[in-house]
């Protein structure tokens, strides 16, 4: 069974501070990695992807890559309180069809 | 932005009755997913579906669930005899060119089976 694994928190930073938030994954395979964000009771949001190994900047938010340790992770910079919601880690795996979906990790964000 | 629209935002159905869950993907977009949601729970795969066929399924995709394509525009995730565990939110989504770009949700069906 393949899986996602994510730290469900939550995980509570002060404004300004730096978020990360991390998933692992047990397809070894796998070669498309996502983050998404899902405020309560809204559809998930694509944050950002990455598919290679290393880092991925935009704007505020960080994909880091480790394909070796099947480690993805996502770093928010100067958090802000409207980033509190659940951050979803989503991978797909050998095929190329299938996205798993971690169960999140709910950041709260004090303002 | 182009989004992905879903009809209806809720839907509230007796035990045992058929449910057609409408979407219309973005419009140059080839790949087109459902995914559920129980309350509480992970986003779950249900099936993909690309040049108007099934390319990959989960275990969640029995006999009783099958999805279509009518026309150019419309996706549909169509559950027969429906049971009060379907009660969740439904997504719809899709992606661009290739299966493994990102793919774009819709706001999603509540269905309520009761």
């Known amino acids: 069974q393949k899986e996602v694994e994510q730290n469900s928190g939550p995980l509570s930073v002060p404004e300004g501070a730096i978020a990360s938030l991390n998933c692992t994954y047990s397809?070894?395979?796998?070669?498309?990695f996502f983050w998404y964000r899902q405020y309560s009771g809204k559809s998930p949001e694509l944050i950002m992807f990455i598919y290679s190994n290393g880092d991925k900047e935009d704007g505020r938010f960080t994909a880091q890559l480790n394909k070796a340790s099947q480690y993805v992770s996502l770093l928010i910079r100067d958090s802000q309180p409207s980033d509190s919601a659940t951050y979803l880690c989503a991978v797909i795996g050998t095929g190329g069809f299938k996205t798993i979906f971690g169960a999140g990790t709910r950041l709260f964000v004090k303002a | 932005e182009p989004e992905v629209t879903q009809t209806p935002s809720h839907q509230v159905t007796q035990m045992g009755q058929e449910v057609i869950l409408r979407c219309v993907p973005i419009?140059?977009?080839?790949?087109f997913y459902w995914y559920r949601q129980i309350l509480g729970q992970k986003v779950e795969f249900l099936v993909s579906f690309y040049n108007n066929e099934i390319s990959e399924k989960s275990e969640i995709f029995d006999d009783q669930f099958s999805v279509e394509r009518p026309d150019g525009s419309n996706f549909t995730l169509k559950i027969r005899s429906t049971k009060l565990e379907d009660s969740a939110m439904y997504f719809c989504?899709?992606?661009?060119?290739?299966?493994?770009?990102?793919?774009?949700f819709g706001d999603g069906t509540r269905l309520s089976i009761l």
């Open positions: 419009s140059n977009h080839l790949y």
């Open positions: 989504a899709s992606s661009e060119r290739e299966s493994n770009q990102p793919q774009h």
């Open positions: 397809d070894r395979g796998s070669q498309s």
